[in-house]
């Protein structure tokens, strides 16, 4: 099975559908020794298809409109935020002490973008919180790699030991993983059939999503890419964050367009959220599992609520075995999974040529969101749809086809880079790699500052 009908076949999709999907094949786009380019092309073409599904559907068409994957659009969009310029400036990708470091039998991986999570780094490590990369080099290197992890991720912090892939393997969390579905969906309730409003077939663009209201419980890159998703397709995007927990600068411009941003408590704030609630179509949620649940935002809370609500949820590791609760990110995941040990030499670990178990993972679950709203408008329940990073790298380390590939030549990224004027400056950026007949090519609008809007519905 390639790898597109296999994300189409985990979206509970249409066995005939992806035929309407053709292909433009670059050579040499995210080049790397795991099959890559055959999950982005995948977790793209799943998505796009899954919005020409519920196009037609909202038009009332009897055939799906054909959809076009280009490897080169699919590979600028999964380095997104390296290709994004603010005035001309480069983005700032990871802080200084988001890195690996040799241990005293191995390597370590870190994340320190966040300033919380430095400070707990540095906790663990018996360092004061003016330490430098070389004072963390030198008792990082003191330590075997695992009593590190131990250390870090019981300080509240974030750091993974190198495994190779047998070692990840033969762990009691990669089993779980393997456990899984790739997308795991399913019903909340017996709530009736929505009725979507008709979309004008006749307008100027398709906008699958349009008339939908996002509440966007996300950080970082794979939740929010697949809000950024909805937004492109005409969903009114809210994303809500802690007044407290600020959002990096560029990570929040990137992956912010079409949509608005404001910050909420949830716990002063707990009237204003129910609110928003209560005209809300989806859901969808990036903090470790369980995190939100004291909030009352579990699937099963919010469906009981809004009955009807389609609720999305991604985490690194998923929300089960006994790295259940942990915290992570994309980095953190390969270096876990063996990934990092696959794509490195003999003297260092390696990286994937993009963060692509987020991008991928936040592809795959508008994919969800989109299907559950096909879905939903036929059978009626509310919906949940969860992935993990983890099982992403599952998919990308077992499961997709390896084998040469071939294709057109690839000329760089510059035809599918845009410019737009915007509140935080000139920006240039990766367009939206989701394409299909009819379609949007771009975002309606540009990102805004941090918290700059109201805690409301447009």
């Given amino acids: 099975m390639t790898a597109i009908n296999y994300a189409w076949s985990a979206l509970g999709g249409d066995p005939s559908l992806p035929a309407r999907i053709t292909t433009v094949a670059r050579a040499d786009t995210l080049p790397s020794r795991l099959p890559v380019r055959r999950l982005a092309r995948a977790c793209v073409g799943a998505c796009a ?47 200084p002490l988001s890195r690996f470091w040799r241990a005293a039998d191995g390597w370590v991986r870190t994340h320190a973008n966040y300033p919380h999570h430095r400070t707990r780094l540095l906790t663990a490590l018996g360092l004061p919180e003016g330490a430098a990369a070389e004072d963390v080099a030198a008792r990082i ?19 993974v030991a190198l495994r190779s892939p047998g070692e990840w393997a033969a762990h009691e969390q990669a089993a779980e993983v393997a456990a899984r579905p790739l997308v795991e969906r399913g019903r909340l309730d017996t709530a009736q059939a929505r009725v979507l409003p008709p979309l004008d077939a006749g307008a100027s663009a398709l906008l699958p999503a349009a008339g939908l209201r996002v509440l966007d419980l996300t950080r970082v890159l ?6 950024r998703t909805l937004a492109l397709l005409g969903a009114d995007v809210l994303r809500l964050d802690a007044p407290w927990l600020p959002e990096l600068p560029d990570q929040h411009a990137d992956t912010g367009f079409g949509k608005r941003s404001a910050t909420l408590d949830l716990t002063s704030g707990r009237a204003a959220f129910e609110e928003l609630l209560a005209s ?36 690194a590791w998923g929300g089960y075995g006994p790295w259940g609760g942990r ?43 989109l299907r559950a709203l096909t879905e939903q408008s036929y059978e009626g329940g509310s919906r949940f749809v969860r992935l993990a990073l983890a099982r992403t790298a599952r998919w ?63």
């Fill in 396 to 458: 990308l380390t077992a499961e997709v086809e390896q084998g040469p590939e071939g294709g057109e030549p690839y000329q760089g990224p510059d035809a599918w880079l845009a410019e737009t004027d915007s509140a935080l400056g000139r920006l240039r950026y990766a367009r939206p790699p989701v394409s299909f007949a009819g379609g949007p090519a771009d975002w309606a609008r540009p990102p805004v500052p941090w918290g700059s809007d109201p805690a409301k519905w447009a």
């Fill in 222 to 227: 794979a939740g929010p890419v697949a809000t």
């Fill in 49 to 95: 298809l899954a919005a020409a599904e519920l196009g037609a559907r909202r038009t009332g068409s009897a055939q799906v409109p054909g959809v076009r994957v280009d490897d080169g659009a699919v590979a600028t969009a999964f380095t997104s935020e390296r290709r994004l310029l603010v005035d001309g400036r480069a983005s700032v990708q990871f802080a």
């Fill in 280 to 315: 809300a179509d989806v859901v969808v949620t990036g903090y470790r599992p369980g995190a939100l649940d004291r909030f009352g935002l579990s699937p099963e809370a919010l469906a009981e609520r809004r009955p009807g609500l389609v609720v999305a949820q991604v985490s």
């Fill in 141 to 159: 290197a003191e330590q075997p790699a695992s009593a590190v992890e131990t250390a870090v991720y019981g300080a509240g912090g974030l750091a």
């Fill in 327 to 369: 915290r992570g990110f994309d980095s953190l995941v390969q270096v876990a999974t063996g990934i990092a040990e696959t794509e490195g030499s003999a003297d260092r670990p390696g990286a994937l040529p993009a963060q692509a178990l987020d991008h991928g993972t936040g592809y795959l679950l508008a994919a969800g969101v």
